[in-house]
């Protein structure tokens, strides 16, 4: 049963920094593309960055470019999200979840298996 489980979220100032960890179980790290999506309250939830199958190919939002970073340890079946210069806009509960296909992508309709959210609260 492919299972996902993320944490690492809380309250930080801004420009702080934070690390998402997303641990998956159920199948293989590098089988399947795996992203971070958010969702800030009345916003549809928008991808974040992307990390595709076998492959160090990765992807960002523009509004995060040069401030997040993916990565991923395939001996602990765990994908990271390192944030930096965190400011307001980037409030939102985040989620990880794997699209099972070998290079992803940032639209969150074709990701079929989800995690539970892990909220993030910038304050000024």
């Known amino acids: 049963q492919l299972q996902l489980v993320a944490s690492g979220g809380g309250l930080v100032q801004s420009g702080g920094s934070l690390r998402l960890s997303c641990e998956v179980s159920?199948?293989?790290?590098?089988?399947?593309?795996v992203g971070w999506f958010r969702q800030a309250p009345g916003k549809e939830r928008e991808g974040v960055s992307c990390?595709?199958?076998?492959?160090?190919?990765?992807k960002y939002a523009d509004f995060v470019k040069e401030r997040f970073t993916i990565s991923r340890d395939n001996a602990k079946n765990t994908v990271y999200l390192q944030m930096n210069s965190l400011n307001a806009e980037d409030t939102a509960a985040y989620y990880c979840?794997?699209?099972?296909?070998?290079?992803?992508?940032?639209?969150?309709?074709?990701?079929?298996?989800w995690g539970q959210g892990t909220q993030i609260t910038v304050s000024a």
């Open positions: 979840a794997v699209d099972r296909t070998i290079m992803c992508g940032l639209n969150p309709w074709v990701y079929e298996y």
């Open positions: 159920g199948f293989a790290l590098n089988e399947y593309a």
């Open positions: 990390i595709s199958a076998s492959t160090d190919s990765t």
